[in-house]
């Protein structure tokens, strides 16, 4: 090959450049032959036709947003606590301290982001710590907090992270999710939440053997985190991230790109049941013998002692005197009781019960609770011992069938009364029965249905006479079957059997006869065979 035709072959490359789709399959096809997962390449190509399509808020846009939020940070405490107090019932103290910490968070970060802003001045982070049972909203109120202020926020485990990254997660991932989270704009990132829930879990343990990758490592790891540390944003293991900084450092979008996020800024909040501390206080405060008899503690005994939590008594729990110092904030949340279950699900904003409420209106069914049957709920709710959690638990049991049931039925009214929470199974037997007439409105509109797409799907229109339809619904009824089902397995091979006769009839239009319901291969037998003696 010569020079010119070396030539030519580049001027045909740049006129004709490789779409970057294939690229990015290719790229993908070769990492997932190396074992690794199939990803989404997030680079943005602006060449051979490839330009990204415009959207109504582009992340830069949103991001700006949220840092003039973060800028112009006015917030008091009190406002903080109403806010709170919409979704989240009791819970007064962990309320006030959580809304003073974090009014006190973004009030300094306001001062730090201000044109005079004096970088010398020290202030302590109030990280959180939450104590308390499952399901008396530790998590709900940190995730309200995070829609309330804005910023990005990072929910996690901290059971998925080990001490290095060889087992689980690196606790570093934590902050790069942030980043991820606020589409990468590092900048607001570095005003984010981060949430570690069941915190208790890694409290170093004392093993004969062997390394501890999820207790003293990852509390060591996490209190750098917490205090004020960079943390780069690709890690080693990255490969995605590894081949982004490539193709950048090709295209020379790299060079003013920050590589690293400071966690100075960042507000940790970790919480946990700490089922056992309680044992620790107790004998401290009293003196007793660790544990609380045979049948053991109450909640309610617990988040008593829990109120009493030092120091001291996190360390000998299996905390580090290092990590634990990283949350001066602590905070023990309440059991709930019964009555306060009643007003979780009349009260609060987010509550199980407007989900329901919602989920029926899916089906056109308006659903509604007397009082006396939110009673009996959320009493069966306390026995679960799971917090808000069991009123789920409750609800789905009660209403699985219901929910099941009555979108075929065409109810538009279901109102639940201490009857059907107690019997649901009679109660909705007794529902179905006394709806029939609207049972069968509504299969005589799944039949109008059946036959749209039937004739979208075939080009034949059918037509059910009154016979016709009384018998389907009669055998929809006694089978529990749905009009689809039986009317696809009765008619599914008309469509073909009306092609050889096709010619032969008039018109697409045919009349479906109580005879056809009944016994479909039959008359289309009979039919094919009439149409062809005429003949």
Same mark, same amino acid.
């Given at each position: ?26 790229? =993908? ?22 330009? $990204? ?22 917030? *008091? ?26 009014? @006190? ?10 044109? $005079? ?37 990072? %929910? ?46 890694? #409290? #170093?343990? !004392? ?12 509390? /060591? ?8 540390? @960079? ?17 950048? #450092? ?25 089922? $056992?501390?309680? @044992? ?23 988040? +008593?002692?829990?109120? =009493? ?6 360390? &000998? ?20 009781? #019964? ?34 049957? /939110? ?38 009214? +279901?109102?639940?009364? /201490? *009857? ?24 005589? &509109?799944?039949?109008?249905? +059946?036959?749209?797409?039937? %004739? ?36 599914? @091979? ?9 010619? &032969?009839?008039?018109?697409? !239009? ?7 319901? &009944? ?8 039919? /094919? ?5 005429? !003949?």
């Amino acid at each position: 090959m010569d020079n010119k035709e070396i030539k030519n072959n580049d001027k045909e490359e740049k006129d004709n450049p490789i779409p970057f789709d294939d690229i990015q399959k290719q790229i =993908q096809d070769a990492l997932k032959n190396l074992g690794a997962n199939s990803f989404v390449i997030p680079i943005q190509a602006k060449r051979a036709g490839h330009e $990204n399509k415009p959207t109504e808020e582009k992340p830069e846009d949103s991001s700006k947003k949220v840092l003039e939020i973060i800028k112009n940070f006015k917030l *008091k405490p009190r406002e903080v606590k109403e806010y709170l107090d919409r979704y989240v019932v009791k819970q007064e103290e962990a309320k006030k301290v959580l809304s003073v910490s974090v009014c @006190d968070h973004y009030n300094n970060v306001r001062r730090c982001m201000g044109k $005079n802003a004096d970088v010398t001045l020290e202030y302590a982070k109030q990280n959180i710590l939450l104590l308390g049972p499952t399901g008396v909203g530790k998590t709900y109120l940190v995730k309200c907090l995070a829609n309330l202020i804005g910023v990005p926020f990072v %929910k996690a485990d901290a059971t998925k992270y080990s001490a290095t990254g060889y087992v689980g997660s690196n606790v570093e991932d934590l902050v790069r999710d942030l980043v991820k989270i606020a589409d990468g704009n590092v900048e607001l990132a570095q005003y984010g939440i981060v949430y570690i829930d069941e915190i208790d879990k890694i #409290a #170093a343990s !004392t093993v004969d053997s062997g390394l501890d990758v999820s207790g003293k490592g990852v509390q /060591i790891n996490l209190l750098k985190l917490m205090e004020d540390s @960079d943390v780069n944003l690709q890690s080693q293991t990255d490969m995605l991230g590894q081949f982004e900084s490539v193709m950048d #450092a090709m295209h020379g979008k790299g060079k003013n790109k920050k590589s690293t996020i400071s966690t100075k800024n960042i507000l940790f909040i970790v919480s946990g049941a700490f089922e $056992n501390l309680s @044992d620790i206080i107790k004998k401290r405060v009293s003196g007793a013998q660790i544990g609380f008899g045979k049948d053991g503690a109450t909640e309610k005994e617990k988040s +008593f002692y829990l109120k =009493q939590s030092t120091t001291p008594d996190f360390i &000998k729990f299996g905390f580090e005197p290092e990590f634990i110092g990283r949350l001066p904030v602590r905070v023990a949340c309440n059991e709930l009781s #019964a009555e306060d279950l009643e007003k979780v699900m009349t009260n609060s904003e987010g509550s199980i019960l407007k989900q329901y409420v919602h989920d029926f209106e899916g089906y056109n069914i308006k659903f509604e609770v007397d009082e006396e049957s /939110i009673s009996f709920i959320a009493k069966e709710a306390y026995k679960q011992q799971t917090g808000a959690r069991g009123i789920m638990t409750v609800m789905e049991e009660i209403f699985r069938n219901f929910k099941y049931e009555l979108p075929s039925v065409g109810l538009t009214n +279901f109102k639940a009364n /201490i *009857k059907t929470v107690s019997a649901p199974e009679e109660s909705l037997k007794k529902l179905i029965s006394e709806s029939k007439d609207y049972h069968c409105e509504a299969l005589k &509109k799944d039949i109008i249905k +059946f036959c749209e797409q039937f %004739k979208s799907e075939n080009g034949i229109v059918l037509i059910f006479n009154k016979q016709a339809e009384k018998a389907l619904i009669a055998e929809a009824l006694s089978t529990g079957k749905t009009v689809y089902t039986l009317c696809w397995a009765k008619f599914k @091979d008309y469509p073909y059997g009306l092609k050889l006769i096709s010619g &032969k009839i008039k018109s697409s !239009t045919l009349n479906i006869t109580a005879k056809m319901v &009944k016994s479909p291969e039959q008359e289309l037998s009979n039919l /094919i065979s009439a149409k062809y003696k005429k !003949t």
